[in-house]
């Protein structure tokens, strides 16, 4: 038998099995039953780890929410999305999670919501070489979300990434090319959603254990389908033209504009609450290798929850080229935001 | 100081340069030395790694679409055939000529000619459909002579030589490398089968063991022509095409 050196397979072997994920719905094709058991029951995060995975490329966001059109023709019937979506066998998680290092930190070099320590760890794991890309949300003018492949610090120079933007994003979609093409690794920034999707690719496929080398999670309690929040936001009177930043800070909507300010109270957004968040009980991104927020630490900081090796080896490196200042950060701040997620778990429909 | 002066001839010299001087133009006359090439009466011989017009053979193509991937003009465009295959047609408004498809192409159908000089009414027309690929178009010469050029080394005169060259020449077909398609990502495999489905060879098949839930996938070496089909559509990018040596 004859051997590729390059992969050390050897040819003429080239036989391998796959397993078929099991049917809740038996007869039923397995987009049906990624449809009947999470999109149809309100389930969905639109997390879009079914979007970045499904090989038809066909699933997609129609009016902001994650369908597939012509499944009936279309869908391959290989399951992938099944395997993947972090809802299909929904285990909610929600606390504070383990972790390593509790801090506040406040980026030097980049300006961002809050101390940008989000934007500051993944150019740092670019720096150290641990990875050679990362993901983040971009924004146009109207603050529809776009995903932006960052290289190297410079680019973030002349783009509007850093900063928060209250509608979902084509994260994953994004990621799964990045791991096409990367040669060292990834690094991405999501919501606790967008993190279980990723666990969920990595527990399924190798390649996204081997290239996905650091997930930082973001604090969380809500996300908005963009039609509804600009509908909403428009008619509180926000300019999308002036608008340069969006923030929800003790229980407040804080829209800053150019000339002035636009405030108003969460609560008032419950309408437009999507299903997947109300019954989304992970605060804090528990399965992140770090998260990143805003309460817990002072003003102008991020709170920084440091759980993986790979990610105390960035904050390590931080420390020792000074491109960030450390303070202290209070977990039990938290406390309220964790409780008042683990109740929305009340929301979620057993059979 | 270095003076120059005019050289001194005696008379049998000067009558010898004369002699010469006459005897060029006389040559000149009867046998003129122009250096041009009298095209299209004539033409230069074309060396045989040419790279002309391009004729396709379609017993070869094993339709893998590797030609108009690689073509960086985007010259190529795989049109379906009546059998249902695909084969390509080639712009010649858009070739550069490179001839990266004939050398890339697996099974050898693609191949070059020493034909340069087609004539073309309109743009439309230089779009060249696969039927107009597989003959050479017709020829129309005054000539099929070829002048070549030399250089006398003792004189330094351009020495200039006619001969007959048959004007397509085939060069042999590319034997590419002989490349197998490779799964080397096998836990990563989701089944969709879509290697499955592209694959003109029948060598990727999948079978599906209802028992254990499980789907049997198998590339069959023997019958891959390592056209890397399956390679480019595998939407978990873990097929890898490796020399068979
Ligand atoms: C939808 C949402 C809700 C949030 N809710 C809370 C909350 O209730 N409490 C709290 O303390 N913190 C919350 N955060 C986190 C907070 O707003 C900041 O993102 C966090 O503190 C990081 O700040 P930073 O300055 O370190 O990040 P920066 O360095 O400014 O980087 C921000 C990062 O957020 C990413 N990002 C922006 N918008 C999105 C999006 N829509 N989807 C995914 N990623 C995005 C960007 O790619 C960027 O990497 C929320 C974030 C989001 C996206
Ligand atoms: S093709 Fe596969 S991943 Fe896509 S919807 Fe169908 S079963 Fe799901
Ligand atoms: S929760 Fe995520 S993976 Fe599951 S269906 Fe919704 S978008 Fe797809
Ligand atoms: S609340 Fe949960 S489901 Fe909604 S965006 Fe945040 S992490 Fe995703």
């Not at chain 2, 209802?210 to 198998?218: D, G, L, R």
Request: with cysteine; aromatic share 8%; hydrophobic share 35%.
């Amino acid at each position: 038998m004859r051997m590729a050196t390059e992969t050390g397979v050897a040819i003429g072997e080239s036989e391998w099995e796959v397993k078929v994920p099991a049917k809740k719905l038996k007869n039923k094709l397995h987009f049906e039953n990624l449809k009947a058991v999470v999109m149809d029951t309100g389930l969905c995060s639109r997390c879009l780890t079914c979007v970045s995975i499904c090989p038809s490329g066909l699933i997609v966001t129609a009016e902001d929410n994650v369908d597939f059109p012509d499944y009936e023709e279309r869908c391959l019937d290989c399951g992938a999305c099944v395997r993947v979506c972090p809802r299909y066998d929904y285990k909610p998680l929600s606390g504070l999670g383990d972790y390593i290092e509790f801090i506040a930190g406040q980026s030097k070099r980049f300006k961002g919501q809050d101390g940008a320590m989000a934007t500051e760890l993944i150019v740092s794991a670019i720096d150290m070489g641990m990875i050679d890309r990362g993901l983040f949300v971009d924004r146009d003018e109207r603050w529809m979300t776009g995903i932006f492949h960052v290289q190297d610090a410079e680019q973030l120079g002349v783009l509007t990434l850093g900063g928060t933007k209250y509608t979902f994003a084509n994260v994953l979609p994004e990621l799964k090319k990045a791991v096409m093409f990367t040669k060292r690794g990834v690094g991405v920034v999501g919501t606790p959603c967008m993190v279980s999707g990723i666990r969920k690719l990595q527990q399924e496929f190798p390649v996204f254990r081997e290239r996905v080398k650091l997930v930082v999670g973001l604090f969380c309690t809500e996300n908005f389908h963009y039609e509804e929040v600009s509908r909403y936001l428009q008619e509180k009177g926000v300019d999308f033209s002036k608008l340069v930043k969006t923030d929800i800070t003790k229980g407040k909507f804080i829209a800053t504009m150019t000339d002035e300010e636009v405030k108003f109270k969460v609560k008032e957004l419950e309408e437009i609450l999507p299903g997947g968040c109300n019954v989304c009980t992970d605060f804090t991104a528990v399965e992140s290798d770090a998260s990143v927020g805003s309460v817990g630490s002072a003003k102008g900081f991020s709170t920084v929850v440091v759980r993986a090796e790979n990610a105390k080896k960035v904050i390590n490196y931080i420390r020792e080229k000074r491109t960030a200042e450390f303070g202290e950060a209070k977990p039990e701040e938290l406390d309220f935001l964790i409780g008042h997620k683990k109740k929305r778990e009340e929301n979620i429909k057993r059979d | 100081m270095k003076k120059v002066a005019t050289p001194e001839y005696d008379i049998k010299d000067k009558l010898k340069y004369h002699v010469s001087a006459l005897s060029t133009a006389a040559k000149e006359v009867v046998m003129p030395l122009n250096i041009t090439t009298h095209y299209p009466r004539e033409r230069r011989k074309w060396p045989d790694c040419f790279r002309g017009y391009i004729l396709f053979d379609p017993e070869r193509c094993i339709s893998c679409f590797e030609c108009s991937f690689v073509c960086p003009a985007n010259a190529i465009w795989m049109k379906e055939a009546p059998s249902g295959r695909y084969y390509p047609t080639l712009d010649y408004g858009k070739c550069i000529f490179c001839h990266f498809c004939v050398d890339s192409c697996p099974g050898g159908a693609l191949r070059s000619t020493k034909i340069h000089d087609v004539a073309y009414k309109n743009m439309d027309e230089m779009f060249t459909h696969t039927e107009e690929m597989i003959e050479p178009p017709e020829i129309i010469r005054e000539d099929e002579g070829y002048v070549e050029y030399e250089i006398d080394k003792e004189d330094l005169t351009l020495k200039r030589t006619k001969g007959k060259d048959k004007l397509i020449v085939d060069v042999a077909p590319s034997q590419g490398v002989p490349m197998v398609s490779l799964c080397i990502d096998r836990g990563s495999c989701i089944a969709c089968k879509v290697c499955e489905k592209v694959c003109e060879s029948g060598a990727v098949s999948s079978l599906l063991d209802e028992a254990k839930m499980i789907i049997k996938m198998k590339i069959d070496s023997e019958k891959c022509t390592g056209c890397g089909l399956c390679v480019k559509e595998c939407s978990m990018q873990i097929l890898r095409l490796v020399r068979r040596e």
